[in-house]
DNA sequence: TATTGTTATACTCTATAACTATA
DNA sequence: TATAGTTATAGAGTATAACAATA
């Protein structure tokens, strides 16, 4: 698994000197992430799903519409990762038609290592910041993309 | 092509309020990258191919390692390109070889749209911070992810 | 011998279309 | 009829291993 170059796409696809810092440290920091989930043997699709379904239970297609995909392709991200026994499979108890799917015991315990994986890994990239500088960036990262729920 | 939900993975991967904000952001940003590639039926590794080769002519090794790949997929991921006519193949002065890889006529004017197009597609996100506020995070951005080359 | 690129192979990710079972 | 999920199919993206040509 080679690593990547983020910082020349960066400078070359962004518009202006804000766009290019954000295409810049997305690449940073999906790099990260794929690494941590290349580290478990993760894609960052099957990362997603075991963040998202850290704390959820969620039919076949609400999981769909949380990953932007189409239901025809959870189903075989779904069966990989239940192989695996990360996640399980349960018929919903209101609709007949409606499949849960929600973590095992092992795919809790993987996201949780995953959670604090990631924290650990961004930490070399965000720790070149002073403590005032990184409340002041989180801050403005959050102001730019609006109010989280929850 | 559906669209994602950025915001609830960052919440459930990230480590703390930095490490979330980060993911987050990156994952909006990528959500605009590749739906910009997307309506151009690019896929973000070809994206970043046109990126990379907009002012380069690279050899198939150099362009893997930059895209962090196996430079055996960057012979589909050429192909793929060059059979759009978005890329040429020329064999290496230097080097018998070493195979050089550039953009042709059509791939340069098509990732000229896609830099201006990325930055408009990214504006409505960016312009929640008011100008002096974009400044100092794009400032805060470029101290944590180091001084660029070039 | 080592390196460059391709080929062969296999698996994951993804979409579209057709199907089934339920609502 | 409409919705939930799966299956069938196809193509892109990716890696590993083996290979040919060149250095």
Same sequence: chains 1, 2.
Wanted: proline content about 5%.
């Amino acid at each position: 698994m080679p690593a990547p170059h983020p910082t020349e796409h960066a400078r070359a696809i962004g518009q202006d000197g804000l766009a290019d810092a954000l295409v810049h440290a997305a690449f940073a920091t999906m790099a990260v992430l794929s690494k941590v989930g290349a580290e478990n043997d993760l894609s960052l699709t099957q990362l997603r799903v075991l963040a998202i379904l850290r704390d959820r239970r969620l039919r076949m297609t609400a999981l769909a519409d949380y990953l932007g995909l189409e239901k025809s392709t959870m189903t075989g991200l779904v069966d990989r990762a239940e192989r695996r026994g990360l996640l399980e499979r349960a018929p919903s108890a209101s609709d007949g038609r409606a499949v849960d799917v929600f973590l095992s015991p092992e795919g809790a315990d993987l996201a949780g290592r995953l959670y604090a994986h990631v924290g650990r890994s961004l930490a070399p990239m965000t720790s070149e910041l002073a403590p005032a500088e990184q409340r002041r960036l989180q801050t403005l990262l959050e102001r730019m993309l609006g109010p989280h729920e929850s």
